[in-house]
């Protein structure tokens, strides 16, 4: 992902929302706080935003709006809100959220549950993805979901990163809060590096 | 919460926090721990030294909470400083309050004084008292009357501000309120007395005794009388 920034008065005239808008998008949650960027320029403090997530974002804001409350667009965006979502494993299967292999490899860890409660959907849909994109096998698999379970309960609240390194044929999981930059050696490869907090959006959007 | 007890305190005492249904403090109290009620009233001082979580809270005395407040209701005559941040849904200030953390709300209403020293989060912020915000002043719509003092906000952001200057109340005394800002950031903005590095709005005016260095408007710009920009630049 870039690092371009863009200036609020270029978003405001790219995207054509207002200040009010804007304003209240961030009263809401609905852009989050980390993107307003102070920076001081010659006409004193500017406000810059990542430009690729933010105008990401309020496309989705304005698709979604025609057919959603405020509040309940900020519910689906933000990460630390996930209410009462629970789905069984029928509708897991027939809306084709995750794959029938991870549901059994998440059920021959947890034992089979029929009901899943949204951390548990996070888990599995975590797995999930990342067994159908073929970078893991079924013992890492096995292995993510462990450390996925430990830190079960503080995932949304703040940014957790998941990292799966190898080295000489054998892996380590890591679940890193914060990860801005990590080094390793060079005999390690990172083979998966994904964002929780993107992973929670997108599955909320599927939800 | 409404099958809890009832808090009286009269003179001095010290109570456990806990959740109760009415909270009453007439003399001196302090409260150690978490506090949760259906209704928090100050008439002396009081002190909590945990989270206050409550239906209403009245001051009508001088209270000071060390960590965070969470109200549908809070109605200050007196003072109360909050040590963390502060969430209330509806804001009636005629003494004065201090937040040291993030005040988030719907409605904040302010005759008396109000610092916060993170950002002011509300969808209607109506003032004619004195207020000083250190981080970020965020509502749909921003009422500002000057009565007296100068009151300052490093940044202020939304749909509709309207800042305007006021008499004192009493006649024969000359005394102005002046608005320090930052940037300035709305779609209708009107503002008096204010002294500001940049305001940007769709459709700006600018009255007088104001001090601008420079406007950038989308639609509209107005230079009234007894004001001074430096610069303005039409945008788009």
């Known amino acids: 992902m870039s690092n371009e920034l863009i200036s609020k008065k270029d978003l405001l005239d790219l995207t054509g929302i207002s200040y009010g808008q804007l304003y209240r998008w961030k009263r809401k949650d609905l852009i989050p706080e980390e993107w307003f960027i102070r920076k001081s320029t010659f006409t004193g403090q500017e406000t810059f935003f990542p430009k690729e997530k933010v105008l990401e974002r309020i496309d989705k804001i304005q698709s979604m709006k025609e057919t959603l409350s405020l509040d309940e667009l900020a519910e689906r965006l933000s990460p630390s809100s996930s209410a009462m979502m629970e789905l069984s494993r029928k509708e897991l299967l027939k809306r084709n959220i995750v794959t029938n292999v991870s549901l059994e490899l998440y059920a021959k860890e947890n034992g089979t549950a029929e009901e899943f409660q949204f951390e548990q959907l996070l888990e599995l849909f975590i797995l999930d993805k990342l067994l159908s994109s073929g970078d893991i096998s079924l013992d890492e698999g096995r292995m993510i979901l462990q450390v996925l379970q430990e830190g079960r309960g503080r995932l949304n609240k703040s940014k957790h990163e998941l990292l799966l390194i190898r080295k000489l044929g054998v892996t380590s999981c890591l679940l890193v809060a914060g990860a801005e930059n990590i080094m390793v050696d060079q005999g390690s490869r990172v083979t998966v590096m994904l964002s929780v907090e993107s992973c929670i959006e997108e599955l909320k959007t599927n939800l | ?236």
């Not at chain 2, 909270?23 to 002190?47: A, H, N, R």
């Open chain 2, 1 to 236: 919460m409404y099958k809890a007890n009832n808090l009286m305190m009269k003179g001095s005492g010290s109570a456990a926090g806990g959740l109760y249904n009415k909270v009453k403090i007439m003399g001196e109290g302090t409260i150690t721990d978490d506090l949760e009620c259906s209704l928090f009233k100050t008439y002396g001082s009081s002190e909590a030294s945990g989270n206050v979580k409550g239906g209403d809270i009245e001051i009508f005395g001088e209270t000071e909470v060390k960590r965070n407040v969470q109200a549908n209701n809070l109605k200050v005559f007196g003072t109360l400083s909050i040590g963390e941040t502060a969430a209330i849904e509806i804001t009636k200030i005629r003494g004065s309050v201090d937040v040291a953390g993030k005040f988030t709300g719907n409605k904040v209403d302010l005759k008396g004084s109000l610092a916060v020293k993170g950002d002011l989060e509300a969808e209607e912020f109506i003032s004619s008292g004195l207020f000083e915000v250190s981080g970020l002043l965020n509502a749909d719509v921003i009422d500002v009357k000057l009565r007296f003092s100068t009151s300052r906000v490093q940044e202020m952001g939304g749909q509709t501000i309207r800042v305007q200057k006021k008499g004192a109340f009493l006649p024969f005394v000359k005394n102005e309120g002046f608005l320090e800002a930052g940037i300035i950031e709305g779609d209708s903005v009107f503002l008096e007395n204010t002294t500001a590095d940049v305001v940007r709005g769709k459709s700006v005016r600018i009255g007088a005794g104001c001090k601008i260095k420079l406007v950038e408007y989308d639609e509209e710009f107005k230079a009234l009388e007894g004001s001074s920009v430096k610069e303005h630049r039409k945008m788009g």
